[in-house]
């Protein structure tokens, strides 16, 4: 099992990078969070985390910039039903802590926005894992109140700016998320630019 590749990034483009680790060049499949992370250090010297795939037909190595990442991608390929390939298009779209939070809140609409995922592959990752997610190294206590701190009684000014989140088109969680710890008493003009200046960071 190779367990990482750290070397000089020689080349990376949107799927996948080649690291070259004493004159040999690994060829990784990245996710786009993965690629976003490292196309900025070309020719620079990274350490990438890996799965090793073996098949009848071939053998692919799959590059993680975060411990977090990999530890995501191993528990979404043990869903039925969920490559590889279909791992890291769910990592493309959603980082390890959004996936997380759209697993715990059941939002199957944000995991089936991804390339290749249907909404039932996506409706069986919320039922497979959604009591594993919480042994997840990047799953913390402040996330579970974070989504449970917005689950207010409807009409109340937090449940209006978490509507409003979503009808510009965020997905229910990274709303959530992004209202967690704001004031509670605000109106609701005052709540909704607090929550987007969060999430454009």
């Known amino acids: ?17 080649v690291i070259d680790c004493a004159g040999v060049g690994y060829k990784l499949n990245v996710s786009d969070n ?9 020719g620079e010297r990274q ?10 037909d071939g053998v692919e190595l799959f590059g993680f910039k975060t ?23 769910i990592l493309s779209l959603l980082t ?4 997380t939070m759209a697993i715990s809140s059941e939002d199957v609409k944000a995991i089936a926005k991804a390339s290749g995922i249907g909404p039932k592959t ?29 689950s207010v009684a409807k009409g109340s000014n937090l449940s209006e700016a978490l509507d409003a989140l979503v009808v510009l088109g965020y997905s229910r969680p990274e709303a959530q998320r992004a209202l967690a710890g704001i004031d509670p008493k605000l109106d609701v003009a005052k709540i909704i630019p607090l929550a987007l200046a969060k999430l454009m960071k």
């Open 1 to 17: 099992m190779i367990y990482h590749v750290n070397g000089t990034l020689e080349y990376c483009e949107p799927g996948f990078c």
């Open 34 to 42: 993965t690629y976003a992370a490292v196309v900025g250090h070309v």
């Open 47 to 56: 350490k990438l985390l890996t799965y090793l795939q073996v098949r009848e």
């Open 67 to 89: 411990n977090e990442e990999l530890s995501a991608f191993k528990l979404l390929i043990t869903v039925s039903g969920v490559g590889p390939k279909a791992a890291m298009a």
């Open 96 to 99: 390890p802590d959004r996936l």
């Open 122 to 150: 996506a409706a069986r990752v919320v039922l497979e894992l959604k009591d594993k997610v919480v042994k997840l190294p990047f799953t913390t206590n402040d996330d579970a109140i974070s989504v449970a701190s917005v």
